[in-house]
C-alpha cells in the first residue's frame, strides 16, 4: 500500500527495462549451456525472473526455473547484515550450471550467502545476475556476471522490488524518498 507521503521518482520506465532484459538475456545465452538452471532470490526477482525467461526461451535457451527464499531486510530501508534462509531449491543441482538470479545487489551478503548454498548443493559452475547493482553499498567483494543496471546509493522500488511489502507492483523502477 503506498503510503501519502512517499514520493516515488520514476529512475527506468517499462521500455528501458523491457530492452535492459532482451540484451540481458542475449549475453546470458552467448556465455551459458541452453539447459542451465535459473534460481531467482524471492521475493524482489519474480518480475524479472519471469520477463527473462521469456526473453531466453525466445532465443533457444531452455532452462529449468527454481526459487530460493533469503531475507536480510525485513521492513527497512537498510539490511540487517544476517541473512536468513526462508525456502531452499529442492531441485538437484548436482554438475549443473547455474544462473543466480537477484532483483538488486547493494552490500553483496544475500547473493554471496545464496553462492555458497548452490555450490553445497553442487553446482558445477554459478553465474551471477542482478537487475540492480548497488556497488557502493558493497561489504562483501563480488563481480557480478551480468548486470542490468548500476545506481548510485539511492533506494528504489517497483518492477519487484519492495519496500516494507509496497510497491512491488509498479511496471517501472523508481526512486522511494
Do not use: W
Not at 12 to 30: K, Q
Request: aromatic content about 8%; hydrophobic content about 45%.
Amino acid at each position: 500500500m503506498r503510503k501519502a507521503k512517499d514520493k516515488i521518482t520514476k529512475l527506468f520506465d517499462e521500455r528501458e527495462i523491457a530492452i535492459r532484459v532482451e540484451e540481458l538475456a542475449r549475453a546470458i545465452a552467448d556465455r551459458l549451456p541452453s539447459d542451465f538452471v535459473i534460481v531467482g532470490l524471492l521475493v524482489g526477482s519474480f518480475v524479472f525472473v519471469a520477463d527473462l525467461v521469456r526473453a531466453l526461451q525466445r532465443l533457444g535457451c531452455d532452462p529449468v526455473v527454481e526459487f530460493m527464499r533469503l531475507s536480510s531486510y525485513g521492513r527497512g530501508r537498510v539490511s540487517s547484515r544476517n541473512v536468513r534462509l526462508l525456502a531452499e531449491p529442492n531441485l538437484d543441482l548436482g554438475g549443473r550450471a547455474v544462473l543466480l538470479v537477484d532483483d538488486i545487489v547493494d552490500t553483496g551478503r544475500t547473493i554471496d550467502y545464496a553462492c555458497g548454498l548452490l555450490r553445497n548443493k553442487g553446482a558445477s559452475n554459478i553465474f551471477t545476475c542482478a537487475l540492480v547493482d548497488k556497488p557502493s553499498r558493497r561489504e562483501v567483494a563480488m563481480d557480478l556476471d551480468f548486470v542490468g543496471f548500476t545506481i548510485p546509493n539511492v533506494f528504489i522500488v517497483g518492477y519487484g522490488i519492495d519496500y516494507a511489502h509496497a510497491y512491488r507492483h509498479l511496471p517501472f523502477i523508481g526512486v522511494i524518498e
